[in-house]
């Protein structure tokens, strides 16, 4: 591998190396719309995977009505569900949109549609970091 320039020649291929704050740039905005990381590093596939892979899992838990976590940092599991569920970015936001009801988790659809959120939050968290990395030039 030999650097040229801002760039790294890897088997004949031309990847930018961008800083480390350009990089957090990325990720951040990864996390806040799932997969715009990966659009902004120049990987137009894979940064659409990530988006569909997360709306789809975020909306699945929706409309199987499950619940969405708010602050609750007094209590350990509340707290882990709320990172997991506030790291599906935009869509915590709206999620207000879709639990004009309330969760209904005495059913196990609604069980299963609050582990359906916190995967996606899981996998958007994910898609950020390998928006960073992508962007340092770690990863292809």
């Not at 004949?12 to 806040?32: C, E, I, K, N």
């Not at 988006?51 to 599991?77: D, K, W």
């Not at 309330?102 to 970091?129: C, E």
């Amino acid at each position: 591998m030999a650097e040229v320039g801002n760039s790294v020649r890897n088997k004949g291929q031309a990847r930018v190396v961008r800083s480390r704050g350009t990089a957090f740039g990325f990720a951040l905005a990864g996390w806040f719309i799932p997969g715009l990381g990966q659009v902004l590093a120049g990987r137009w596939g894979r940064g659409i995977v990530f988006f569909c892979a997360v709306a789809s899992l975020v909306l699945t838990g929706y409309f199987q009505r499950g619940f969405v976590f708010a602050h609750q940092f007094g209590e350990p599991f509340g707290m882990l569900g709320f990172l997991a569920d506030a790291s599906t970015g935009l869509f915590y936001f709206v999620s207000k949109v879709f639990e004009t009801n309330g969760p209904n988790i005495a059913r196990a659809a609604g069980d299963y549609g609050t582990r359906f959120i916190a995967t996606a939050g899981m996998l958007n968290l994910l898609a950020a970091f390998d928006a960073y990395a992508v962007a340092i030039g770690e990863r292809d």
